[in-house]
Antibody
Framework: EVHLLESGGGPVQPGGSLRLACTAS????????MTWVRQAPGKGLHWVST????????DYADSVKGRFTISRDNSRNTLYLQLNSPRGEDTAVYYC????????????WGQGTLVTVSS | EIVLTQSPGTLSLSPGERATLSCRAS???????LAWYQQKPGQAPRLLIY???SRATGIPDRFSGSGSGTEFTLTISRLEPEDFAVYYC?????????FGQGTKVEIK
């Protein structure tokens, strides 16, 4: 059974930094691209970033490009999202999810971790 | 970027009724890359439908998806109490994912 567990959320000041982690189990982690999706309080779902299985390529939503960095450690079965210079609008629950490529749907999700950007 | 617009924003229905949710894309989407999710408060989204019409593992057959091009539909044939939730459509293309804004199905 696929299991994804996020951690690292919490309060962060605007302009600060925070690193989220997602620990995966139940599948061969290096064989799958991984994604971060976020959801602001009371709002809808928004794709943030996706990284290839090898970690050699990554894509970002325009809203976070240049500020957030996705990475992975396949030896630790762990996905990361580095949040640099966060803004108030980055306040959200951040989910890690495994996309089923090439179709692009997300069958497996973590439970999410809340990031609150506030001074 | 393809924009997905869901309607209605809120659907007020009674258990046992039929729910029809719409997802309209700003440009044509291959059916292969269209999915639907259900989300309940405090929970992660749950995949219902992929490839526009294929039910995910364990999803009851009262859920069905249809459509093509720019118009897609999620139908719940007879609402059960556990079906009252928010539903999102999602598309994938050229390494970019987009979601609709959601339709809330609430108890009338």
């Amino acid at each position: 059974e696929v299991h994804l567990l996020e951690s690292g959320g919490g309060p962060v000041q605007p302009g600060g930094s925070l690193r989220l982690a997602c620990t995966a189990s139940g599948f061969t982690f290096r064989d799958y691209a991984m994604t971060w999706v976020r959801q602001a309080p009371g709002k809808g779902l928004h794709w943030v970033s996706t990284i290839s299985g090898s970690g050699g390529s990554a894509d970002y939503a325009d809203s976070v490009k240049g500020r957030f960095t996705i990475s992975r450690d396949n030896s630790r079965n762990t996905l990361y999202l580095q949040l640099n210079s966060p803004r108030g609008e980055d306040t959200a629950v951040y989910y890690c999810a495994r996309p089923q490529l090439p179709h692009g749907y997300f069958e497996s999700w973590g439970q999410g971790t809340l990031v609150t950007v506030s001074s | 970027e393809i924009v997905l617009t869901q309607s209605p924003g809120t659907l007020s229905l009674s258990p046992g009724e039929r729910a029809t949710l719409s997802c309209r894309a700003s440009q044509s989407v291959s059916s292969t890359f269209l999915a639907w999710y259900q989300q309940k408060p405090g929970q992660a989204p749950r995949l219902l439908i992929y490839g526009a019409a294929s039910r995910a593992t364990g999803i009851p057959d009262r859920f069905s998806g249809s459509g093509s091009g720019t118009e897609f539909t999620l139908t719940i044939s007879r609402l059960e109490p556990e079906d009252f939730a928010v539903y999102y459509c999602q598309q994938y293309g050229y390494l970019v994912w987009t979601f609709g804004q959601g339709t809330k199905v609430e108890i009338k």
